[in-house]
């Protein structure tokens, strides 16, 4: 409220708002360690013990032989030293920081470093349609009547249903199409804003003109307008017949509706009774890079699902258009998976590939049942919905400069461009960083065993030490990760086409 008063009643506070449950998720979302992290650790804490113990016998041994406490020490310290991959963290930190500025050239910021070694590891890329397997550029095509209404009422009605200054990219498409109608709004005064309601998925605007005639236009998903609505038995065949023929041609549909009578400024009452008038068909080029992304993905072996606020149908067509794989259970809604069991939930969130109008409770319940079954989850988004499935996500990218402050906080990257193949590019650089950086450990791994028989030999059998500590931290600290930022450049090697690269594992083996 910019000025004036303003009386609100409040009905829910805390943690008890929308916003409340938001938040709430995001604290149980807790960032773990990244696969690689886990075994850098591992495998530096799995040497520590040894190689300490050793060093302490060692440090005995020679001073049963009459050496003298300093000099056991040095030699103890040379082996200890050498058996340690201290340089392990250093290398890994260093191939990192090159690979998120790698990324930043792509048109990704990189936030936390470890998501650049989890990039290469990742099954699956749980992303968004509009704006980024799309274009993002709506057309209005046309109004499909249902009920009598002539043609000046349709688009009246349509104009109505916007925002007086229009933001949102359907309200900019509607008022350019309908731009001939805009002197029919001469003499209407919008008298209540009824803003967008989440579950129903609608808005609706209450008008009244200098006569005293009121009129209440209401625009959103067709099931959520539907509710509000009194069709007769043929209207709602046409509803349904023309929604299955646009939807599966991939355009974006909206209800619209309307009713004639006075108006109180209660919803709940102002919303009931309303004549289903038509169909807005709204087409969304598919963007031709993501067909090509798509595709290397698959090659690739990751898993590409695909989240939208749109009709089912139209997600199955634009999924088909992009080349989204679509088996028999595909095709998912939101209120549909709160009807399932938790077990069967699991599985609907494993099997799917395409799920329309998801709440953030199941987008991150969706990220939880993939990650319990061992994926390794990129996850899209840009708004505050999307935070706590963005936080809990092994990467969870914000997409585009339009994402909220919260997606972008809780986001591990930022991507510039809503384009999915900025998304398909990150996860390669991913993999041919990780793909070097495995190369690198295993020359560091094979460069310790000459220096550490070096460091242990010549004190066993009663010969002068050939390293000293100094030599140690030259080679290790200077030596070894020059020489491992050779790997830095080389090109990935090819990944297979079954599933992704796993690095935990080539780790632990090299």
Same mark, same amino acid.
């Given at each position: 409220?910019?000025?004036?008063g ?12 929308? &916003? ?13 360690k990244?696969p690689?992290?886990?075994?850098v650790?591992?495998?530096?804490s ?7 113990s050793? *060093?302490?016998?060692?440090?005995v ?20 030293m ?6 392990? %963290?250093?290398? &890994?930190?260093l ?5 998120a ?16 070694? *989890? ?7 749980c ?9 993002g550029?709506?057309?209005?095509? *046309?109004?499909y ?17 916007c ?5 949102? %990219?359907?309200?900019?498409a ?21 803003p ?7 808005m ?25 609505c009194? %069709?007769s038995?043929?209207?709602m065949?046409a509803?349904?017949?023309i ?7 991939g355009k ?10 006075s ?17 807005l068909?709204?087409?969304?080029p598919?963007?031709e890079?993501?067909?090509s992304?798509i ?14 606020g749109?009709?089912?149908?139209t997600?199955?067509?634009?999924a088909?258009e992009?080349g ?10 939101g209120?549909q998976?709160?009807?399932l069991?938790a ?18 409770e199941?987008?991150?319940e ?7 079954s ?5 996850m899209?988004?840009?708004?505050v919905?999307d935070?706590?499935?963005?936080k ?8 585009g ?10 986001a ?9 193949w ?21 020359y ?14 010549p ?5 002068p030490?050939?390293l000293?500590?100094l030599?140690?931290?030259?080679m290790?600290l200077v030596?070894?990760?020059?020489s ?18 796993? %690095? ?7």
């Amino acid at each position: 409220v910019l000025r004036g008063g303003g009386l609100v009643l409040i009905e829910h506070i805390g943690g008890n708002t929308k &916003f409340g449950r938001i938040a709430h998720l995001l604290e149980e979302s807790e960032a773990g360690k990244s696969p690689l992290q886990k075994q850098v650790r591992r495998l530096t804490s799995r040497a520590l013990v040894p190689a300490l113990s050793l *060093a302490g016998i060692l440090w005995v041994v020679e001073m049963v032989r009459g050496r003298g406490a300093l000099p056991s020490l040095i030699i103890a310290l040379t082996f200890g030293m050498a058996a340690v991959p201290e340089e392990f %963290p250093l290398v &890994f930190t260093l191939y990192l920081s090159m690979g998120a500025w790698r990324l930043s050239r792509l048109g990704v910021l990189v936030k936390s470093l470890p998501s650049v070694e *989890a990039l290469g590891s990742v099954d699956i890329i749980c992303t968004d349609k509009t704006g980024t397997l799309t274009e993002g550029r709506f057309q209005l095509e *046309a109004i499909y009547p249902i009920s009598d209404s002539s043609t000046n009422e349709l688009w009246t009605s349509a104009l109505m249903a916007c925002e007086r200054t229009p933001i949102d %990219p359907l309200d900019v498409a509607i008022v350019e199409k309908a731009a001939n109608f805009q002197s029919e709004l001469q003499g209407w005064e919008l008298e209540w804003d009824y803003p967008f309601e989440v579950e129903g998925k609608h808005m609706s605007h209450a008008w009244r003109n200098a006569h005293g005639r009121w009129r209440l236009v209401m625009k959103g998903a067709i099931e959520g307008v539907m509710e509000h609505c009194r %069709p007769s038995q043929p209207q709602m065949e046409a509803a349904a017949t023309i929604t299955r023929r646009l939807a599966s041609q991939g355009k974006r549909l909206l209800a619209l509706a309307a009713r004639d009578g006075s108006c109180t400024g209660n919803r709940e009452l102002d919303e009931r009774q309303l004549e289903l008038l038509g169909v807005l068909a709204f087409s969304d080029p598919i963007r031709e890079s993501a067909r090509s992304a798509i595709a290397e993905c698959r090659r690739a072996g990751i898993e590409v699902k695909m989240m939208t606020g749109d009709h089912p149908l139209t997600a199955h067509a634009v999924a088909q258009e992009v080349g989204i794989r679509l088996n028999e259970d595909a095709v998912f809604t939101g209120p549909q998976i709160s009807g399932l069991s938790a077990d069967r939930r699991r599985k609907a969130f494993e099997q799917g590939t395409v799920f329309s109008r998801l709440s953030p409770e199941q987008k991150h319940e969706m990220v939880e049942a993939l990650q319990a079954s061992g994926k390794i989850v990129a996850m899209t988004g840009d708004g505050v919905n999307d935070a706590p499935a963005l936080k809990l996500a092994n990467i969870g990218i914000s997409m585009g400069v339009n994402a909220t402050d919260v997606a972008r906080s809780t986001a591990q990257m930022i991507l510039m461009k809503n384009d999915f193949w900025g998304i398909a590019a990150a996860v390669f650089e991913g993999r041919r960083i990780f793909s070097n950086l495995r190369r690198s450990f295993s020359y560091l791994v094979s460069f310790h065993i000459p220096v550490i028989l070096l460091a242990l030999v010549p004190p066993l059998l009663g010969w002068p030490e050939l390293l000293l500590p100094l030599h140690i931290v030259l080679m290790e600290l200077v030596v070894h990760p020059i020489s491992a930022l050779a790997f830095e450049n080389l090109p990935a090697k090819e990944t297979s086409r079954e599933g992704s690269l796993r %690095p935990a594992g080539r780790l632990v083996e090299a």
